[in-house]
């Protein structure tokens, strides 16, 4: 049975990468992005240091804004 990784909910097959380039690989590696494996919040200066293992719990989180009428 091939090792999994989580990413938001969803098993993918793992790949021996790091956070970073799991992120550009999905273009997500622009502002406005958190992220935590296994609960744990990376922060974006570790990414490229942060090799992920099967079995790990990646959640993603993307930041945008929207336009509000009646905000200043």
Known sequence: ???MISINGELQVYQAQTLQELLAANKLNQC???VAVNARIIP???WSL???QPDDR???VCAF???TRGWV
Do not use: P
Request: charged letters at 20%; hydrophobic letters at 55%.
């Open 1 to 3: 049975m091939a090792r």
């Open 32 to 34: 406005g992005v958190a």
């Open 44 to 46: 974006r200066a570790r």
């Open 50 to 52: 942060t090799q992920l």
């Open 58 to 60: 990646v959640k993603i």
């Open 65 to 67: 804004a929207a336009q």
